[in-house]
């Protein structure tokens, strides 16, 4: 029985290693504090002259209106999004980002850019209102679609290890775009309040009150639902392999032409007649929400079927137990762990029991890449240390899990055998170990053959079998290796485990 070390050796460093943790050769505008420092500056900016530009247009009063209308809907989006997310929750920052972009940097592009541009076709075309509709429905897509684009985009190249699917694309898509959607709806809200003070309406008859029904209780998802496109395409290219390097840049371009199209077409609902605009609405914009909404809906249950199906492999190395997948494999049975964590041990252990979930679930994807060829160079030191955080938290995690699984496993019919049977309570007394045993709750813990390896054992336990310096925790009938007779539940002798990366 070979023993693995607890860690694997770390890859050495390009160049030499690292002194006192930071690259030798290492630039001043390569420090995280600078671009940190950089990015706060820059989206500080643009929300004083945001600020200013839209205090300007709608007057003090008009703002404080706006404003205070405008804020109704953003908490249900950006909680919407968040539900969304909780399977495996992003950073906050990558939340805050996104909305401040949207509402600072992307608004004061498209001010900028639509005024300008609308200006210069009425001055070329000496046709004021052909200027406003081209404006509307060309200019104004594309402007601002790219603006948001941009907030999607750096979190794709910078913030990559927090961006790993569909999901990920759609949250910080969508965020964006309700940041965004906040400012524009403060800007026209605010000149609509200014209109009924010139023409002294009041109500229900009011442009405000129209302008409120229209923007903020018909249609608060129009901007978020364009953007999401383009976060789709970003995500599908997060989903892609390293080496496919033409899908990765095709898809997210056409997800930002169909943003760019349904935003066109939306814009100028308007002009298509008297009931043009609830034409459009109903026949184009409801639809498409609801078949976003699915499609969301079931990536996300998808993402909790790779979590049930990757995490038994951990289970059968030993560093999960085998009710884990089960429980991390459903949003009820997480909740119930960290409320059982929350009411026997206190806030904290609720916190950190939520942070092994997070944890597991990235693990579980990452497998999942991995076993698909799209993992990055960093699989191994990835797992290293996704593993060694849920060992860090398993005193605390394992008996909300265990609890949680007992709470929600469904009710399996057991059949007596007409011999006695002796063993744990909840664990079932399968074939041997490594041979598709089964855990008490119904779900198998044996891994599926050609997978890739498992990173070594937990820290002071054994691990069996193979592997180049670090082996499988599990073992293959003895038919798949000379030398195994019968009863022999590992392999005599060590056997080549696949690369993750190939």
């Known amino acids: 029985m070979a023993i693995s070390p607890p860690f694997p050796p770390c890859p050495p460093y390009p160049g030499g290693a690292p002194e006192d943790g930071v690259l030798r050769h290492a630039h001043w505008w390569q420090h995280r504090w600078v671009r940190y420092g950089a990015l706060i500056t820059l989206l500080t900016l643009s929300g004083l002259v945001i600020l200013a530009l839209v205090r300007e247009q709608t007057g003090t009063e008009g703002f404080l209106v706006g404003l205070g209308l405008a804020v109704l809907p953003v908490p249900l989006l950006v909680a ?78 910078f913030r990559r290890r927090d961006f790993t699917g569909i999901v990920d694309g759609v949250v910080i898509a969508g965020v964006t775009a309700t940041g965004f959607a906040f400012t524009e709806n403060i800007l026209y809200l605010g000149t609509a309040f200014g209109t009924d003070q010139l023409t002294g309406d009041t109500g229900i008859a009011s442009v405000t009150a129209a302008t409120f029904f229209v923007r903020v209780i018909m249609s608060p998802f129009a901007h978020p639902l364009f953007t999401v496109l383009t ?9 892609s392999g390293d080496r496919q390097h033409l899908r990765r840049v095709l898809v997210p371009l056409c997800g930002l032409l169909l943003a760019m199209g349904m935003h066109a077409l939306w814009n100028g609902s ?114 290293r240390e996704l593993l060694n955080e849920l060992w860090r938290r398993k005193d605390v995690a394992r008996p909300a899990l265990d609890h949680a699984a007992r709470m929600t496993a469904p009710p399996v019919r057991v059949t007596a055998p007409p011999w006695p049977l002796y063993g744990v309570y909840g664990y079932g007394q399968g074939p041997a170990h490594g041979q598709g045993h089964t855990s008490g709750f119904g779900h198998p813990t044996a891994p599926v053959y050609g997978s890739p390896p498992v990173y070594g054992s937990p820290p002071g336990q054994p691990s069996y079998g193979y592997g180049p310096g670090y082996q499988y925790g599990y073992g293959y009938p003895a038919a798949h290796g000379p030398g195994n007779g019968p009863g022999t539940p590992y392999p005599s002798g060590p056997y080549p485990a696949p690369h993750p990366h190939q």
Request: proline share 4%.
């Open 270 to 383: 308007s002009s298509f007649g008297e009931f043009g605009f609830f034409a459009v609405y109903a026949a184009f914009m409801v639809p498409a929400f609801g078949l976003l909404t699915w499609l969301v809906v079931w990536t996300r249950q998808r993402e909790l079927r790779t979590v049930r199906e990757e995490l038994p492999a951990y289970t059968a190395a030993g560093w999960l137990t085998p009710a884990e997948p089960f429980a991390l494999g459903s949003m009820r049975a997480r909740r119930l762990a960290r409320e059982y964590a929350g009411r026997h041990l206190g806030k904290p252990a609720a916190r950190e029991v939520a942070r092994y979930e997070a944890y597991a679930t990235s693990l579980a994807f990452l497998r999942h890449r991995g076993r698909r060829g799209r993992a990055g160079a960093d699989f191994l030191v990835r797992e």
């Open 231 to 239: 976060g789709i395409g970003f995500g599908v290219a997060a989903l």
């Open 80 to 157: 919407a999004f968040r539900w969304l997310d909780r399977v495996e929750p992003g950073p906050w920052r990558n939340l805050v980002f996104a909305f401040a972009w949207g509402a600072c940097a992307a608004a004061l592009i498209a001010i900028i850019a639509n005024s300008f541009a609308t200006r210069w076709i009425a001055t070329a075309t000496a046709d004021p209102s052909s200027a406003d509709t081209l404006g509307a429905t060309v200019i104004a897509p594309i402007v601002e679609e790219s603006a948001k684009a941009a907030a999607v985009l750096l979190v794709f190249l």
